[in-house]
Each structure stands twice: as C-alpha cells, then as structure tokens.
C-alpha cells in the first residue's frame, strides 16, 4: 500500500490496525499528527442549533405579522410629508412683518412698490404669498403714511376699524382710544366699528375715545411727521404727550395737570428741549427732566 | 435513501427536523469558507427563512442544496471576494511542564505560518481540509454535504494536505 493511500485512509478515520502501524512507520508521521493536531486550532465557533432555531422559528413568526406592516413604513412617510407640507403651509402662510421702536421711523416698500412709512411703535403685518393683483391687505397698530400705486383694492386693516382705498396716499393713526384717518390724494373709504365713510383728498377723520371729532380739511400733501414734526389740532394733551413719548422714549408724569386739555400746536422730533417747550410754553407749564423721566408741573 | 413522505417540507415539526440535521454543517461551512467577518451564523439563518418561505417549492430532496446555495450567495452578495484569515485559538495544554521558552517560540511560529498556509488555500481546499480535520467529518459525509463526489473530496483534502506542509515545511 502505497504512501498516498496510508495517509487518504488516515485522513478518513479509516485505518485498519497494521495499517496503522504502517503509517505510523511513516517518516512524515510526526509533521502529519502535528499538522492535524494545530488544525484543531481553527474550530467554528460553537453554533447552537437549538438556540438558532428558536431564532428561526421566531423570526419566521414575526415575519408572518409583518406581511401586513406594510402600513407602518407607509405611516412613515405620510408622517414625513404631512411635516413637510406643515413646515411649507406654515412658512407660505406666515406673515411678513416690520415694527419700529420708540422714536423709529422706517420706510417699507410693498409688493406692489407701494411705500409705507412707518411712524414710532408701529407695526404692518402682511401675506407676501397672498399678495396679488386682486388683494393687497395689510394689518396696521400704530401710525403709518401709505402711498398706495393704482391697481386693485388696498385694505389696511387696524384694530379701529378697515380702510380701504383703491390708489392714493394716506395717513393712518391707530393708537389707543385714538383713530385718525387723513386723505392727501385721491379717495379713502373708511369702515370703522360703528359706520361708514368717505375721505377726498384733504379730509380727515379721527375718533377720540370713541368721539368722532369734526375736522377742517388741510393743504398739506403729507403728514408732518415724514418731516419729523407732529402735529395737532385740537387734540386731547393725552394723545399729544403719548405721542412724545413714542417719539422720544421717555416717561411723562403728569400729576394733577388735566390731560383733557385740547392742545393745537406741533414738536419736532429732533430736539427734546425745544419739544417739550412748544408742549408746555402754549399751555403755561413747568418740566423737569431727569433721565428718562418727565415731570411736569403747573407754573 | 427512503423515498420522501411529503414533497415539502412547510410542516413546521418537518422543518425543525431539517434545521436540527443541517444547521450547524451549513454554519461550519459558511465559517470555514468565508471565515467569520460576514457573520455566517446570520446567513445560515437568513437562508434557512428563505427555505421556509419558498417551502413549497423546493421539494425536500433538494432543501438542502437549497439552504446550502442560498446561504452561499448571500456570501458572495455581501462583499467582493477577499482572503480568507481564519483564526487560529490557542489550543488548550494538558501538559504546561514542557513550555520552555524555545518550545512556546517554536509553537507560536508554527501557528502563524499554518494561518498562512491555510488561508493560502482554495475555499474548496479549505472547506474539505477543515471539515475532515476539525469536525471529524468522514469523506463521504463531506460529499454529500457539498454534493460532490467521494473521490473529489480525496482530491481536495489529500491536495490541501501537501499544501500545506509544503507551505509549513518549506519544501
């Protein structure tokens, strides 16, 4: 029996007892026991079959239930979309906002290349997205001068009432128990809480406390406080300090003085002395000034 | 062989049957083919589900050349073919008297050069070499799990044998 066979039958665990004292004779004995002996070295690893089977067995289970879960991966994605179009419904929709501080002004240009100024403490909010050719609305607190272009209606909504306009320049006063409509151009249709009216160019309109006060109308083509001026005419000393207050961000104490007062004059916005002096002189009052407090006094 | 009762195997009490005769060969063969970096024991599990899945099928003559190719494939799907480095465990010593230090030197260079060596083998080599030697497999046992015949099973290990002592022994 040749070398090659001893070894073959070896290999195969089938040895009979002279042949396996023939083929420990060998010369390659030892190196082939050796050999044999480290290749135990390179054992699987231990493989449960039990314990795999069980993980079969379970996974062909759940694999059955989740035939039919076709319908989570599909929530997934209509939960992916339904946040999507969220966030795309919500940005669209949200409004475009500009806000002045005490004694800000700023100019705000619209779609429609209308120009808004914007007085003090004033805020418009407005729907860049719904801004069309057939509605132009624009939400007003505060004062603001509107040099609309011609085109479709133009709404400016406030919380005293709506006015609504077609192509013209205009002022809105919208402060607390304050409401002041002026026309400089063309015609202003105004729909505030209790009725209806019109403004040609020159009118005015204001509501104080609730009070439509009758007024003249003016030559001017723009509203004194483009030009860092207020002006009044025969407005409450309340309305006219609160307004001074916005322009200069200060705090007015008025004490025992009669804030009822009618008061006709203007203040600039520029100087807070020579202000304060065309307030009090006309009416024949004192102030003090300390910080960002003013106190005034009779004389 | 007895002529098959059923012609699936998609009775479950049949099916765990078949998983308790194979699973572990096909497990031993994935590990010694592709080493343990694809994590055979996933595969022979995932190939095990598929048969399921198709049980009707694969008539059960043929289930197990069918987990068997499955598995395989699922092999050669997961990465382009790379050296195969299994890895040689220390073997446990009954004797620890005679570990002088030259005999340790000796030892742990021979292992290397044997992890070379066997990972210079063909996969076919290996399979066949590493099953007779580790499992014990006999020759025809090692052919009808890789459904080839005795005498190529001969080939392959008598060849993986030369192998590696040529390697080993720098014949």
């Given amino acids: ?299 | 062989m007895a002529q098959p009762l059923h012609d699936n195997i998609c009775d479950k009490s049949r099916f765990e049957a078949f998983f308790k005769r194979h699973a572990k060969n096909l497990h031993d063969f994935l590990y010694y083919k592709f080493g343990d970096r694809l994590n055979p024991e996933d595969k022979a599990q995932e190939a095990f589900i598929k048969l399921w899945e198709n049980c009707k099928k694969v008539s059960p003559d043929k289930a197990k050349s069918y987990v068997f190719t499955v598995a395989n494939n699922l092999m050669l799907n997961e990465a382009a073919h790379q050296k195969v480095v299994l890895k040689h465990q220390q073997l446990k010593r009954t004797n620890q008297t005679n570990e002088s230090p030259e005999f340790l030197m000796e030892e742990d260079e021979y292992r290397k050069k044997l992890e070379l060596a066997i990972a210079n083998l063909t996969e076919a080599q290996r399979v066949a070499f590493l099953m007779n030697r580790v499992e014990g497999k006999r020759f025809k046992e090692i052919a009808q799990l890789l459904d080839i015949s005795t005498k190529a099973v001969e080939k392959r290990i008598y060849g993986a044998l030369k192998k590696l002592r040529e390697e080993i022994e720098g014949l």
């Avoid at chain 1, 209606?153 to 320049?169: N, P, R």
């Fill in chain 1, 1 to 299: 029996m040749d070398k090659e066979e001893l070894i073959l039958k070896w290999l195969d665990n089938n040895l009979s007892p002279q042949e396996l004292e023939a083929f420990k004779a060998l010369e390659d004995y030892e190196a082939l026991v050796k050999l044999s002996d480290y290749s135990q070295g390179f054992k699987a690893p231990e493989y449960n079959t039990d314990d795999a089977l069980q993980a079969v067995l379970s996974k062909i289970e759940t694999k059955k239930t989740t035939k039919t879960n076709w319908l989570k991966p599909l929530l997934k994605v209509a939960a992916i979309l339904a946040i999507c179009f969220g966030a795309y419904y919500y940005t669209t929709t949200l409004d475009t906002t500009f806000a002045t501080e005490y004694a800000e002004k700023t100019q705000v240009e619209l779609p429609d290349n209308s120009q808004v100024n914007l007085n003090a403490l004033s805020k418009i909010s407005f729907n860049k997205n719904d801004w069309n050719t057939t509605n132009r609305t624009i939400n007003l607190t505060g004062e603001a001068f509107f040099k609309v272009t011609q085109g479709s209606t133009f709404k400016v909504v406030t919380d005293a009432g709506i006015v609504t306009v077609v192509g013209t320049e205009f002022n809105i006063k919208q402060r607390p128990n304050y409401f002041e409509v002026t026309c400089f151009e063309g015609e202003v249709h105004i729909n505030y809480n209790t009725g209806k009216t019109n403004l040609k160019t020159g009118d005015s309109f204001v509501i104080i406390n609730e009070q439509i006060i009758e007024t003249q109308p003016s030559k001017n083509t723009q509203p004194d406080w483009l030009n860092n001026v207020s002006s009044f005419i025969s407005v409450p000393l309340s309305e006219v300090l609160a307004e001074f207050e916005r322009q200069y961000n200060v705090k007015i104490e008025v004490n025992t003085i009669q804030t009822s007062t009618l008061f006709s004059g203007k203040f600039t916005h520029n100087d807070i002395n020579i202000a304060l002096k065309s307030i009090t002189e006309p009416l024949q009052l004192q102030f003090k000034k300390t910080n960002n407090t003013i106190i005034l006094t009779r004389e």
